[in-house]
């Protein structure tokens, strides 16, 4: 305080684990800035066995069984909702706490699967591979949806 004057510093901005805004890995503490630039989990940006990169792969590796699923046969509402989660997931995979980010995943198809959208099968499929996902479980093969 200077002359009567108060200086009030900025307030600082909160940021939450698995919401994107992290640039370091909550299991190794790596730089996570070459898997913001890439848009997928990089091994470089972590510490050799950091299990925070190793449930991002598994992330990585049902994203593209969702890719595949989106484009073989699914009707079009179907393959739209798929590809959204592809990126919702991906998304996840590149955050600091993969596992929060996943959880909030299923908290959120799992809200989506009780409203009796007609996706409400495969919100609830989705809420039961994040929750897989999050203990570090293989997911259950994706089951087909209706074609049209």
């Known amino acids: 305080m200077k002359g009567g004057e108060l200086i009030m510093a900025a307030p600082f901005e909160l940021r939450l684990p698995g919401n994107g805004g992290g640039n370091y890995c909550t299991g190794c503490g790596g730089h996570l800035y070459r898997t913001k630039d890439a848009g997928e989990p990089v091994e470089e940006d972590h510490e050799p066995g950091c299990e925070v990169f190793s449930r991002a792969v598994q992330v990585m590796l049902y994203v593209e069984q969702l890719k595949r699923a989106a484009t073989a046969g699914a009707d079009r509402r179907r393959r739209r909702y798929l590809q959204k989660s592809a990126k919702d997931l991906t998304t996840a ?56």
């Open 93 to 148: 995979a590149c955050t600091d706490d993969v596992v929060l980010a996943i959880t909030k995943l299923a908290h959120r198809y799992e809200k989506e699967s009780q409203q009796g959208a007609k996706t409400g099968a495969t919100a609830e499929m989705l809420m039961q591979a994040c929750q897989a996902l999050a203990q570090g479980q293989d997911p259950a093969p994706i089951a087909p949806g209706p074609s049209h």
